[in-house]
């Protein structure tokens, strides 16, 4: 049987696969984003009355009203972007759902996006089967340094739109003012789109301050903001995130989520929009607080084990190098240290197609704090 030439290529993530060698040794799965914090009580009670009230029928494609006003309070409050939660707001199956119903009513097969690598894998491959080319610019370690001549390099007449992942997965990148502003810059000069995961905007570390493009002088009209509910409520099977832009955007987007998803699960969205109301900022600076704590033993681990990290501004991943190990790829590595010590990561070259990841590995420590302890005392052993 032949299939679909827009999956050609396509295989199984490095995330998954990963998880399934981890499931096969019984080891610590620190590959896979997991968030092992419990859910916000608020959160809870607000979806079993939900569940309690039946409301299981379909929601408007674009969210329940209730929640799409807590998203536009949110956006106003902590991103600073003031949203019409009737026009601007669309509810989505996940970050990653908003991100395909985006490349899907915004972007053309034979379209170019500029991606920035280290790449989340399922950024890349959401455009490839869309049949939008991805035209990588690459940025290093430890900096992770973006160039405006890099930019201007990867840009050509089929250039539509700029992505932008801050907080970012793999390498806790945060984007900071200057950075983004020479990003903005760019989109208003060549008129690109910019599309933004900023699915971690809640987890960054040293007093940081997470910025939206969108609120850039001249980028409102032109940017997607896309975020989602899972890794701030610890809800990541609930599969709930969201897309804002202005209408002109915001309306194709809803059609297409219309047609690929129909709505989100309309108990959890009341849930959610009941939890949001009912909490107060104690609980984000709480969760920084938590992330930070666990990012200062993993990476510290790492340091012991002589696999050297790159301190994360923000998320809760990290990539570290493991040339020390001496093996010929990242996978090699990878399966070195869960063979030897029992603990899943991620190869590098999982988020790059430069030879820059093939020295590094991805962590993810967002996980109870004895898994945790536990994992660094294993990867101490190496």
């Given at each position: 049987?032949?299939k679909a030439h827009r999956i050609e290529g396509l295989?199984?993530?490095?995330?998954?696969?990963?998880?399934?060698?981890?499931?096969?040794?019984?080891?610590?799965?620190?590959?896979?984003?997991?968030?092992?914090?419990?859910?916000?009580?608020?959160?809870?009670?607000?979806?079993?009355?939900?569940?309690?009230?039946?409301?299981?029928?379909?929601?408007?494609?674009?969210?329940?009203?209730?929640?799409?006003?807590?998203?536009?309070?949110?956006?106003?409050?902590?991103?600073?972007?003031?949203?019409?939660?009737?026009?601007?707001?669309?509810?989505?199956?996940?970050?990653?759902?908003?991100?395909?119903?985006?490349?899907?009513?915004?972007?053309?097969?034979?379209?170019?996006?500029?991606?920035?690598?280290?790449?989340?894998?399922?950024?890349?491959?959401?455009l490839l089967v869309a049949?939008?080319?991805?035209?990588?610019?690459?940025?290093?370690?430890?900096?992770?340094?973006?160039?405006?001549?890099?930019?201007?390099?990867?840009?050509?007449?089929?250039?539509?739109?700029?992505?932008?992942?801050?907080?970012?997965?793999?390498?806790?990148?945060?984007?900071?003012?200057?950075?983004?502003?020479?990003?903005?810059?760019?989109?208003?000069?060549?008129?690109?789109?910019?599309?933004?995961?900023?699915?971690?905007?809640?987890?960054?570390?040293?007093?940081?301050?997470?910025?939206?493009?969108?609120?850039?002088?001249?980028?409102?009209?032109?940017?997607?903001?896309?975020?989602?509910?899972?890794?701030?409520?610890?809800?990541?099977?609930?599969?709930?995130?969201?897309?804002?832009?202005?209408?002109?955007?915001?309306?194709?987007?809803?059609?297409?989520?219309?047609?690929?998803?129909?709505?989100?699960?309309?108990?959890?969205?009341?849930?959610?929009?009941?939890?949001?109301?009912?909490?107060?900022?104690?609980?984000?600076?709480?969760?920084?607080?938590?992330?930070?704590?666990?990012?200062?033993?993993?990476?510290?681990?790492?340091?012991?084990?002589?696999?050297?990290?790159?301190?994360?501004?923000?998320?809760?991943?990290?990539?570290?190098?493991?040339?020390?190990?001496?093996?010929?790829?990242?996978?090699?590595?990878?399966?070195?240290?869960?063979?030897?010590?029992?603990?899943?990561?991620?190869?590098?070259?999982?988020?790059?197609?430069?030879?820059?990841?093939?020295?590094?590995?991805?962590?993810?420590?967002?996980?109870?704090?004895?898994?945790?302890?536990?994992?660094?005392?294993?990867?101490?052993?190496?």
């Amino acid at each position: 049987m032949k299939k679909a030439h827009r999956i050609e290529g396509l295989v199984q993530s490095d995330i998954r696969r990963m998880t399934r060698e981890c499931m096969r040794v019984g080891g610590i799965n620190l590959g896979q984003g997991i968030c092992d914090l419990p859910t916000p009580p608020e959160v809870l009670e607000g979806t079993q009355e939900a569940v309690r009230e039946d409301l299981s029928i379909y929601s408007k494609f674009e969210g329940v009203d209730p929640l799409r006003a807590q998203l536009a309070r949110k956006m106003e409050a902590h991103n600073g972007r003031p949203t019409d939660p009737d026009t601007e707001v669309v509810v989505t199956i996940g970050a990653t759902g908003a991100f395909a119903a985006t490349c899907q009513a915004l972007l053309n097969p034979g379209d170019e996006v500029i991606l920035f690598e280290p790449f989340y894998g399922y950024h890349l491959n959401t455009l490839l089967v869309a049949g939008v080319k991805p035209v990588f610019v690459t940025l290093e370690p430890p900096n992770w340094t973006i160039a405006l001549e890099a930019l201007e390099a990867a840009l050509t007449d089929k250039t539509r739109a700029i992505l932008v992942n801050t907080p970012s997965n793999p390498s806790g990148k945060v984007f900071g003012e200057a950075e983004l502003s020479l990003i903005a810059g760019f989109c208003q000069k060549h008129d690109l789109l910019a599309i933004t995961d900023e699915i971690y905007e809640y987890i960054l570390y040293d007093d940081l301050k997470h910025i939206s493009l969108a609120t850039l002088p001249g980028m409102r009209e032109r940017t997607i903001t896309i975020s989602g509910l899972s890794k701030t409520f610890s809800i990541t099977g609930w599969r709930l995130g969201y897309a804002v832009a202005v209408p002109e955007l915001a309306g194709p987007i809803g059609l297409v989520n219309d047609l690929f998803y129909v709505c989100a699960p309309t108990p959890l969205q009341h849930g959610v929009a009941r939890g949001m109301a009912r909490m107060d900022d104690g609980y984000y600076t709480s969760l920084r607080g938590i992330y930070q704590a666990k990012r200062e033993l993993f990476c510290g681990a790492l340091e012991e084990a002589g696999l050297t990290p790159v301190w994360p501004d923000g998320a809760y991943y990290v990539l570290a190098d493991v040339s020390r190990l001496g093996q010929n790829t990242a996978h090699d590595a990878s399966m070195h240290i869960l063979e030897s010590v029992g603990v899943a990561s991620v190869p590098g070259s999982a988020f790059f197609r430069s030879d820059v990841g093939q020295k590094m590995v991805r962590f993810c420590f967002a996980k109870e704090l004895s898994v945790l302890e536990e994992a660094c005392e294993r990867l101490k052993r190496l």
